[in-house]
T-cell receptor, first 114, second 114 residues
């Protein structure tokens, strides 16, 4: 059973460009979470999605950031007009449901904004 | 609100030394508690968890006991190995409060030297 897949693993963008990060949850998981890890810090929650629905986006910046989890295909975290402060590791996690079940994390996408 | 306070590092130990990484939490209700480990260049892996007071989570020689009276979940290992070098994150989930995500501490970097 493949784990959570994220791609790309490393992404370099210039200021003002768009960044698209992809996450495929574990098989059978319909709940996806995105977290951001700034250098030398812990992970901070951004958004929680189920198929075709955003359930909680309380941790996501109001501007430039968006997320989706379509009926078919991976979850996408999209950052428009990137700035240097967006440089971070972005981790996706998935779970079977939203109860006490464990969240399984992907390897992360390391975004560098030049 | 929900939060996790974790012992700051870095921590450097000699092989076979005893490890303690302190973690305390603030939460409404009855959270579940977790320790995640992040090896260099990788995503987070669940190390152990406890879902109710007095539960002890254990894995790979690591242990942590859910202490409700002291709101703590300290990580211990009796004899560390070089391969334990990683960053350790304490986390909690409290879905009964309406929050579906994990709340992380800032992480503690452990380096074990031969």
């Amino acid at each position: 059973n493949a784990g959570v897949m994220q791609n790309p693993r490393h992404l370099v963008r210039r200021r003002g460009q768009e960044a698209r990060l992809r996450c495929s949850p574990m098989k059978g998981h319909s709940h996806v979470y995105w977290y951001r890890q700034l250098p030398e810090e812990g992970l901070k929650f951004m958004v929680y999605l189920q198929k075709e629905n955003i359930i909680d986006e309380s941790g996501m910046p109001k501007e430039r950031f968006s997320a989706e989890f379509p009926k078919e295909g991976p979850s996408i975290l999209r950052i428009q007009q990137v700035v240097r402060g967006d440089s971070a590791a972005y981790f996706c996690a998935s779970s079977i449901d939203s109860s006490y079940n464990e969240q399984f994390f992907g390897p992360g996408t390391r975004l560098t904004v030049l | 609100g929900n939060s996790v306070t974790q012992m700051e590092g870095p921590v450097t130990l000699s092989e076979e030394a005893f490890l303690t990484i302190n973690c305390t939490y603030t939460a409404t209700g009855y959270p579940s508690l977790f320790w995640y480990v992040q090896y260099p260049g990788e995503g987070l892996q669940l190390l152990l968890k406890a879902t109710k007071a007095d539960d002890k989570g254990s894995n790979k020689g690591f242990e942590a006991t859910y202490r409700k009276e002291t709101t703590s979940f300290h990580l211990e290992k009796g004899s560390v190995q070089v391969s334990d070098s990683a960053v350790y994150f304490c986390a909690l989930s409290a879905p009964q409060t309406g929050a579906n995500n994990l709340f992380f501490g800032t992480g503690t970097r452990l380096t074990v030297i031969p």
